[in-house]
């Protein structure tokens, strides 16, 4: 006959170490929040480089506009192209290059507006707007619709799709990073409790 004796005090200590792993427990949640954080900045470079491949030049840095977020209430985050509430980033100093000679005739004369001008300005991490033209695209634009004295088509962008099939594609890699990292830090709490 076999027989197997449990030693009560190791399944005790066992117990407490996976109850403390729980995520109700505000350390873990704390540190699984940090985790998913970093799962989601080891991919966000993949979408910042899909979305510069998406554009013919960005020289104003819109690309970096793709934010993430790490859920408070629940355990999650995600990555998008939405605005955020407040400015992000300090404004940008960057000019379009004048392709007329000094004194040379041409070009647009009408001073350029408030908005036009606060807009010109944002920095790269206040672009998002940017990156959802270029992603669902436009219909025509058209100038001189705020009052101003232009007028004129812009034409419209035509939507490029990237960020649904690199969005998905850096999610799944951030959900198999996570997964591994979750794996390792339980792995560690378990060592470090067996030889306490």
């Known amino acids: ?69 790490v859920y408070k209430k629940i355990l999650g985050g995600n990555v998008n192209i939405l605005n955020m509430r407040k400015k992000a980033g300090k404004p940008s100093n960057y000019e379009p290059p004048r392709k007329l000679q000094p004194h040379q005739r041409g070009g647009n004369r009408v001073p350029r507006g408030t908005r036009t001008d606060t807009v010109m ?30 007028s004129g088509n812009r034409g419209a962008i035509a939507p490029r799709n990237f960020f649904r099939g690199a969005g998905e594609r850096a999610l799944t890699k951030a959900a198999d990073n996570l997964a591994h990292m979750i794996d390792t830090e339980l792995e560690a709490m378990l060592n470090k409790k067996s030889t306490a």
């Open 121 to 150: 300005h944002y920095g790269p991490h206040d672009r998002q707007w940017i990156l959802r033209f270029i992603n669902s695209g436009t219909s025509d634009r058209t100038a001189g619709t705020r009052g101003g004295r232009l």
């Open 1 to 69: 006959m076999f027989q197997f004796e449990a030693n009560d005090a190791v399944i005790v200590e066992q117990q407490k170490v996976l109850e403390a792993a729980l995520s109700t427990n505000p350390k873990t949640q704390k540190a699984l929040q940090k985790l998913i954080r970093k799962a989601l900045m080891e991919v966000r470079p993949e979408l910042v480089s899909a979305a510069r491949s998406a554009m013919d030049s960005d020289p104003r840095g819109a690309a970096h506009g793709i934010r993430l977020s």
